[in-house]
T-cell receptor, first 114, second 112 residues
Framework: KAGVTQTPRYLIKTRGQQVTLSCSPI?????VSWYQQTPGQGLQFLFE???????NKGNFPGRFSGRQFSNSRSEMNVSTLELGDSALYLC?????????????FGSGTQLSVL | GENVEQHPSTLSVQEGDSAVIKCTYS??????FPWYKQELGKRPQLIID?????GEKKDQRIAVTLNKTAKHFSLHITETQPEDSAVYFC???????????FGAGTRLAVHP
């Protein structure tokens, strides 16, 4: 069974640009969550999608958005990039997104904003 | 708001020693507490979890304890080995929002 796949693996952007990250969950998993990982801040929850609907949202500005497609693949978009957006962005999938379900993480997209 | 505090942020031990990482949470309704391990350059992976109806759970050299009254839980690793070197994240479920809140992580270094 293929694991969670994230593309691209690395991205370099400049301030003010926008970026789209992609996440393909494990087959059969309908929930996809996104996290921002920075040194010292741990894993900050961005949002969670289930059946093409955003069910939960963390405390990030509106520049961070996402969507989920009918095949459960998800994309995350960050507009008007800021230097502080440099981070590793991880997505995780689970069957139904229950808070007590095991999360399967992707390898992440390392975003650098110059 | 919801919060999970994790200590220490870094931990250095000699091979064979024990390591303990502690977390506290703020939501008294939290009922699920997983621990994830992230080796350098790799994705986080679940290593052990505990639910609120038990106080302790063991899996070979790792164990987790939970004190619901005090709202804290701990990860214990015995007979540490160099391959235990990684960043460890604790997390707590947040009800009824159906999501996990993670701690800031502990970087464990096991020296041969």
């Amino acid at each position: 069974k293929a694991g969670v796949t994230q593309t691209p693996r690395y991205l370099i952007k400049t301030r003010g640009q926008q970026v789209t990250l992609s996440c393909s969950p494990i087959s059969g998993h309908r929930s996809v969550s996104w996290y921002q990982q920075t040194p010292g801040q741990g894993l900050q929850f961005l949002f969670e999608y289930f059946s093409e609907t955003q069910r939960n949202k963390g405390n990030f500005p509106g520049r961070f958005s996402g969507r989920q497609f009918s095949n459960s693949r998800s994309e995350m978009n960050v507009s008007t990039l800021e230097l502080g957006d440099s981070a590793l962005y991880l997505c995780a999938s689970s069957r139904t997104g229950g808070s007590d379900e095991k999360l399967f993480f992707g390898s992440g997209t390392q975003l650098s904003v110059l | 708001g919801e919060n999970v505090e994790q200590h220490p942020s870094t931990l250095s031990v000699q091979e064979g020693d024990s390591a303990v990482i502690k977390c506290t949470y703020s939501d008294s309704a939290s009922n699920y507490f997983p621990w994830y391990k992230q080796e350098l350059g790799k994705r986080p992976q679940l290593i052990i979890d505990i639910r609120s109806n038990v106080g302790e759970k063991k899996d070979q050299r790792i164990a987790v304890t939970l004190n619901k009254t005090a709202k804290h839980f701990s990860l214990h690793i015995t007979e540490t080995q160099p391959e235990d070197s990684a960043v460890y994240f604790c997390a707590a479920s947040i009800s009824p929002l159906n999501k996990l809140i993670f701690g800031a992580g502990t970087r464990l270094a096991v020296h041969p």
